[in-house]
T-cell receptor, first 116, second 111 residues
Framework: NAGVTQTPKFRVLKTGQSMTLLCAQD?????MYWYRQDPGMGLRLIHY???????AKGEVPDGYNVSRLKKQNFLLGLESAAPSQTSVYFC???????????????FGQGTRLTVV | QQQVKQSPQSLIVQKGGISIINCAYE??????FPWYQQFPGKGPALLIA?????SEKKEGRFTISFNKSAKQFSLHIMDSQPGDSATYFC??????????FGKGTTLSVSS
């Protein structure tokens, strides 16, 4: 019972490098999200997706891109990493709220990214 | 504009005491108010949630109180235990949108 799996768990990047964070969920959830967590700032929404092939911007989307080519995967890309993107990144997924689902979001274990 | 404001930032409670964390929201369209618990090195996990059609929900030692007119909701942890030491986040959203989280409260329960 894997739930939400994030890859990698840790990464150190140099300023200007690019990378992709992978999120995979095995719960057949329609919705998927990317958040970043910084001390004293809580969880801030970067981008989210309400279904395969759709994406939407959250609170802090600048410097990030996302893709949802398959229902079970949600990729977060950093084209040119900056030290301000040093953070812990969390992926989450959920059913849309309705009769059969309360809207609970399930989170992965996080990816700790350091940009030097 | 911060849509969900959470206080306090940190809280120290004696074992057996009551922990209270407060949140206020701006958007009157929000209709789902969960609390998440996060332990170090882990992702947040749903603790308890409430809809605006009720004023209180209780699950074991955890209770949410909701005041729709004041646009506020709070988490009460009764008989707090050292194992409750964690970071707590309130959140809110409306159907079809992502959860918006507060900044979190770090709870330490001393034995």
């Amino acid at each position: 019972n894997a739930g939400v799996t994030q890859t990698p768990k840790f990464r150190v990047l140099k300023t200007g490098q690019s990378m992709t964070l992978l999120c995979a969920q095995d719960m057949n959830h329609e919705y998927m999200y990317w958040y970043r967590q910084d001390p004293g700032m809580g969880l801030r929404l970067i981008h989210y997706s309400v279904g395969e092939g759709t994406t939407a911007k959250g609170e802090v989307p600048d410097g990030y891109n996302v893709s949802r080519l398959k229902k079970q995967n949600f990729l977060l890309g950093l084209e040119s990493a900056a030290p301000s993107q040093t953070s812990v990144y969390f992926c989450a997924s959920s059913y849309p709220r309705g009769e059969r689902a309360k809207g609970e979001a399930f989170f992965g274990q996080g990816t700790r990214l350091t940009v030097v | 504009q911060q849509q969900v404001k959470q206080s306090p930032q940190s809280l120290i409670v004696q074992k057996g005491g009551i922990s209270i964390i407060n949140c206020a929201y701006e958007n009157t369209a929000f209709d789902y108010f969960p609390w998440y618990q996060q332990f170090p090195g882990k992702g947040p996990a749903l603790l308890i949630a409430i809809r605006p059609d009720v004023s209180e929900k209780k699950e074991g030692r955890f209770t949410i109180s909701f005041n729709k007119s004041a646009k506020q909701f709070s988490l009460h942890i009764m008989d707090s235990q050292p194992g409750d030491s964690a970071t707590y986040f309130c959140a809110a959203n409306q159907a079809g949108t992502a959860l918006i989280f507060g900044k979190g409260t770090t709870l330490s329960v001393s034995s």
